[in-house]
T-cell receptor, first 114, second 110 residues
Framework: EADIYQTPRYLVIGTGKKITLECSQT?????MYWYQQDPGMELHLIHY???????EKGDLSSESTVSRIRTEHFPLTLESARPSHTSQYLC?????????????FGNGTRLTVT | LAKTTQPISMDSYEGQEVNITCSHN???????ITWYQQFPSQGPRFIIQ???TKVTNEVASLFIPADRKSSTLSLPRVSLSDTAVYYC???????????FGKGTRLHILP
């Protein structure tokens, strides 16, 4: 199994609070991703990174921000949480090789903003 | 990434072989085909990847015809625990932006 960890697993927080969702991988993967998924719905790419100091926005506009200061760490931050941010957030990583490498996902953080 | 089309949902029974077909008419020469499985409240899990002909691993087989405009994921002798959403992705190995479609919701009945 791939070693990619997300914390917390569940988070219930009030409107207006600042939150950071943690994602770490121990595989030395260059590429990391954040997806947002509502129950029973498709995954939406919100951020990705192809290495240290690189971050890009995905297909779904998000008020969150990310950083990639270290290879193994790709945290996602919401400066001011709102009920519309309630969702599951999934982090993934992959190698950047010529032969291709599948995505390895964490178990996600289920965020509820009240 | 090439656009893909899969059935929204499928039902099957325990012990049956299940085939899920994905259409990707605009597949490019350097695109690979990758399938993922997702259980509720978990992240997707890689199942199989291929470029052409047939690929088999301990979980599934992937059949890709010569024109590569479609692919079929085959799950042998399914069980209730195979109930999940299955995603077909088509893209170049160096694609940085990996986009998932709606997937196929497979429901296995006893």
């Amino acid at each position: 199994e791939a070693d990619i960890y997300q914390t917390p697993r569940y988070l219930v927080i009030g409107t207006g609070k600042k939150i950071t969702l943690e994602c770490s991988q121990t595989m030395g993967h260059d590429k990391m991703y954040w997806y947002q998924q509502d129950p029973g719905m498709e995954l939406h790419l919100i951020h990705y990174s192809y290495g240290v100091n690189s971050t890009e926005k995905g297909d779904l506009s998000s008020e969150s921000t990310v950083s990639r200061i270290r290879t193994e760490h790709f945290p996602l931050t919401l400066e001011s949480a709102r009920p519309s941010h309630t969702s599951q957030y999934l982090c993934a990583s992959s190698e950047r090789t010529a032969m291709g490498s599948p995505l390895h996902f964490g178990n996600g953080t289920r965020l509820t903003v009240t | 990434l090439a656009k893909t089309t899969q059935p929204i949902s499928m039902d099957s029974y325990e012990g049956q072989e299940v085939n899920i077909t994905c259409s990707h008419n605009n597949i490019a020469t350097n695109d690979y085909i990758t399938w993922y499985q997702q259980f509720p409240s978990q992240g997707p899990r890689f199942i199989i990847q291929g470029y052409k002909t047939k690929v088999t691993n301990e979980v599934a087989s992937l059949f890709i015809p010569a024109d590569r405009k479609s692919s079929t994921l085959s799950l042998p002798r399914v069980s209730l625990s195979d109930t999940a959403v299955y995603y077909c992705l088509v893209g170049a190995i160096r694609d940085d932006k990996i986009i998932f479609g709606k997937g196929t919701r497979l429901h296995i009945l006893p």
